[in-house]
Nanobody, 131 residues
Framework: QVQLVESGGGLVQAGGSLRLSCAAS?????????VGWFRQAPGKEREFVAG????????YGADSVKGRFTISRDNAKNTVYLQMNSLKPEDTAVYYC???????????????????????WGQGTQVTVTS
């Protein structure tokens, strides 16, 4: 049993910053291939925001957030962060943390931005950016 808990969401004006946290319990992130952030705005499908490969530390980001958002990790705290700078109203959404179980030989079957790749999801944290 794995539980992912997101925190750090809130309301901020355009141009401001927020840092989201995703803490894992039950198992450490070392058991996972990828940890990612997705978001879902009202009336839209859930979309990939950023991801990090746990062992290698490689990071990936959606074109819409590159240069503004940074994903990082703290192994000791078993926590993944999403630093969001220069926020825009278009960033308003519920943000979800997701983890992809480590499966040797199968970890490249689906791309990092594919929701179907991920096995565990948090409940989400609301981010609202005003004009």
């Amino acid at each position: 049993q794995v539980q992912l808990v997101e925190s750090g969401g809130g309301l901020v004006q355009a141009g401001g910053s927020l840092r989201l946290s995703c803490a894992a319990s039950g198992r450490t992130f070392s058991n996972y291939n990828m940890v990612g952030w997705f978001r879902q705005a009202p009336g839209k499908e859930r979309e990939f925001v950023a991801g990090i490969n746990w062992s290698g530390g490689n990071t990936y980001g959606a074109d819409s957030v590159k240069g503004r958002f940074t994903i990082s990790r703290d192994n000791a705290k078993n926590t993944v962060y999403l630093q969001m700078n220069s926020l825009k109203p278009e960033d308003t959404a519920v943000y979800y943390c997701a983890a992809d179980l480590l499966r040797p030989g199968l970890d490249t079957i689906r791309k990092y931005d594919d929701m179907r790749k991920y096995d565990y999801w948090g409940q989400g944290t609301q981010v609202t950016v005003t004009s």
